[in-house]
């Protein structure tokens, strides 16, 4: 850190490590930096005995992270935890008071947060304007009373006179006991606001929907509503407290899908033997879209299983409680030692699934589909393949489709190119969601499934590669998946599967994986969907800039008549849409007509149903508008109201994106603005008389541009009626080559970083 920053807007985030923490400070760190907090703005602090391992964790992420060595902080042994009540979590504790007070001297905003807290966005902005009416800021724990009950593992302190009185009150108090026993500091602050009210007035109480304790890990589990809701939770981060132990800790924030290192533990571990007499796997049956009779699809996973000894495999059913089913003639198929579970108001088979894992004791997990047809020797064949191969933790099935209809013959057609591609050197490996296993501690640490339909084994199965966990196929057996005759259902699957990643997007924590696993969403891409409104003030700033630069009008003119198909409303393209799969599927299903053209329908009805959900999705999803200052580093380029952005890229392990050669920012209005764009001379030669910034219904922006690659806009924003107004960005067109046939990108600015400053 250079100097004192100003940290009204920049707060410093500060931890304190002892030795054997480690792995849970390299998680906090690669949650803030993901969520988009910079390396210079984080402090941690440690005994001198965990100096080595904290640099060590640290220049894993950054050398601009400072560590703090401070020989009053209490020293641990490697393998010593303080639990909750502990004498030495009160020392740890009291210590981290201390190191608090000592820092709020040095830095004007201090936050201070535990290392089990797992970071899904960054709140520093948020927690600034907090400070600015509030100097004391407390997360709470979630109980029902007042005034809440506080964590002292997330704090906001501005430096001020309250501040200072409630740290060295605090210290006082250090010294008292309770019956003997140390008060911790938790205990001592929450006797302090019960004894006096006053200070109220000075604390803010952090909304817990937006920094969420232990006990609301519900909260991001991603539950379906029942219906329609207007918008949804956005939580900074979540504390994983209300549970005692690490590896408890762990566990909860690897449900959360924030514990984002993987430390190895079952990296090389081979299958875990079970007892003797135990199954080795269980098969997980979701009652959903069984095509059939339940029984009927139950019996062909025991009685026809005649290859395996029964007890080497147990059959856990799930079925929602809203689902009507017999389960008298169920329970005349299933064993003993089988189950039949009922989850309340459950809507998707991942919950299904998710539940049934949860009942299974075997430590292999077997995922299906409630309509595949098993080989008789489908479960030999699996325990068998477990027993070569120990070192083995995620397989699929071989799947079989039938072929005597015309939907079967095209599913058939369709799943073949589709996996023949997930095996390509180029790509990654997904799970076949109807039929795959995973060894069970792989799944307590990279699951549960999340509740995005059809999305959710494929976005477990991006989890699965990030983690280097190979997927497996199973050599000499498998199912026959029995494909609906009505094209319906696949129209319908394959909207599911849409709605879910377009879900997942919204709620990722981490754009960078997002992106890399998933592409860019559709507001972003070679290919963009781009909004009436829009694609309009695009064409308007194309126009007033060929107006200004006559010798550059027959290229702007050009880039604006690509826009022309964009000027129809989202909603009006997605009506056309879904009257052209309705049509298709009418042909498909009723008229006689040649493979060749069937297939052509039926490819064609795919990207209709893909593209029509997306301009839905879109309709509901405006990206917000850049209203207040901030700096955006290229994966976060796409959460903002910045439309014509190329795919995620590298140069150097550096990410970046390129605009298109005219772009949308939009920003509030009736400002004075600076917006600095990060190009790193990744395009030689751009000069400022090249690029072109047209404040829609204002002035021009001023355009400078220096030897370090940095162009600077300064503009006036005109004032509109909505409080937000708009800058098209426009730069000399670049086109790529064409590759294999396909027209290569149209490039504008090489975008490392955006950074914007009101006035």
Aim: proline share 7%.
């Amino acid at each position: 850190m250079n100097g004192r920053p100003d940290t009204t807007t920049t707060p410093i985030v500060a931890m304190l490590c002892t030795r054997g923490m480690e792995a849970f400070l390299s998680n906090a760190l690669s949650g803030m930096l993901r969520a988009g907090i910079a390396p210079g703005q984080v402090l941690v602090a440690c005994p001198p005995n965990a100096e080595d391992g904290v640099r060590r964790a640290v220049s894993e992420h950054s050398l601009d992270i400072a560590v703090l060595p401070d020989a009053s902080l209490p020293a641990t042994a490697d393998d010593q935890y303080a639990g909750f009540g502990s004498a030495e979590f009160s020392d740890i504790s009291w210590a981290k008071i201390a190191l608090i007070r000592r820092l709020v001297d040095a830095h004007e905003h201090i936050v201070y947060a535990d290392l089990d807290i797992g970071w899904l966005r960054n709140p520093l902005p948020y927690l600034a304007e907090v400070a600015r009416q509030y100097p004391i800021a407390f997360q709470t724990e979630g109980l029902p009373r007042f005034p809440p009950a506080i964590c002292c593992g997330l704090i906001s302190l501005r430096r001020s006179d309250r501040t200072i009185e409630l740290l060295d009150t605090l210290l006082v108090q250090s010294r008292q006991s309770d019956h003997g026993k140390r008060i911790d500091d938790q205990a001592a602050c929450q006797q302090l606001i019960a004894r006096d009210a006053t200070w109220l007035k000075d604390i803010y109480f952090l909304p817990e929907a937006l920094f969420v304790n232990g006990l609301g890990y519900p909260l991001l589990q991603h539950a379906v509503a029942p219906v329609a809701m207007e918008h949804e939770l956005q939580p900074y981060l979540f504390h994983a407290n209300w549970t005692v132990g690490l590896e408890s800790k762990r566990k909860l924030l690897a449900a959360v899908h924030c514990w984002f290192v993987d430390d190895g533990a079952t990296s090389d571990m081979a299958t875990p033997a079970p007892a003797a007499g135990a199954p080795i796997v269980a098969v997980l049956y979701p009652v959903f879209d069984v095509r059939g009779d339940v029984a009927d699809h139950v019996r062909a996973w025991i009685d026809r299983q005649v290859q395996i000894a029964p007890k080497h495999f147990q059959i856990i059913v799930a079925a929602s409680t809203e689902t009507a089913i017999d389960e008298a003639a169920l329970r005349r198929v299933l064993r003993p030692w089988d189950l039949l579970v009922r989850v309340p108001n459950a809507r998707q088979d991942t919950e299904l699934w998710n539940a049934a894992a949860s009942a299974a004791t075997a430590p292999w997990l077997l995922f299906v589909e409630a309509h595949g047809r098993p080989e008789s020797d489908a479960l030999a064949a699996l325990t068998a393949w477990i027993a070569a191969n120990p070192d083995k933790r995620a397989c699929n099935f071989q799947i079989r489709n039938p072929d005597d209809y015309r939907v079967a013959r095209l599913m058939k057609r369709w799943f073949a190119q589709i996996q023949q591609g997930w095996v390509q050197p180029t790509t990654w490996r997904r799970l076949h969601r109807t039929a795959y296993a995973l060894r069970r501690d792989v799944f307590d640490r990279v699951g549960p499934l999340d509740r995005f339909g059809q999305f959710g084994p494929p976005l477990l199965s991006a989890r699965l590669h990030q983690r280097n966990i190979a997927i497996a196929t199973l050599p000499n057996s498998g199912l026959l998946h029995e494909d609906s005759p009505d094209i319906t259902v696949h129209i319908d699957d394959t909207a599911d599967y849409v709605r879910g990643e377009l879900a997942a997007r919204t709620a990722a924590s981490d754009a960078e994986f997002f992106e890399t696993y998933f592409g860019p969403s559709p507001f972003h891409g070679t290919n963009p969907i781009v909004p009436a409104g829009a694609a309009l003030r695009l064409a308007r700033g194309l126009l007033a800039a060929a107006w200004r630069q006559p010798g550059a009008a027959a290229s702007l003119l050009r880039q604006a008549l690509r826009l022309l198909p964009s000027l129809v409303p989202l909603r009006v393209r997605q009506a056309w849409l879904t009257a052209m799969i309705r049509l298709d599927a009418f042909l498909l299903m009723r008229l006689p007509l040649s493979g060749a053209l069937t297939w052509t329908l039926f490819r064609d009805s795919h990207g209709y149903i893909v593209r029509a959900e997306q301009m839905k999705w879109m309709a509901s999803n405006a990206l917000p508008p850049l209203v207040e200052s901030q700096d955006i580093g290229a994966v976060a380029l796409t959460r903002h109201a910045i439309t014509s952005l190329h795919a995620l890229e590298y140069v150097g392990g550096t990410p970046l994106r390129w605009t298109h050669p005219a772009c949308l920012l939009r920003l509030a209005a009736g400002r004075k603005v600076t917006v600095k764009l990060e190009t790193r001379n990744l395009r030689p030669g751009l000069a400022a008389h090249h690029l072109q910034a047209v404040a829609l219904g204002g002035k021009p922006a001023t355009i400078e541009v220096d030897a370090d690659g940095r162009a600077w806009l300064r503009v006036e924003t005109p004032s509109t009626a909505s409080g937000i107004a708009d800058l098209v960005l426009i730069a000399p067109e670049l086109v790529e080559p064409a590759v294999a046939g396909e027209p290569g990108r149209r490039l504008g600015l090489p975008l490392f970083g955006v950074s914007v400053e009101f006035g």
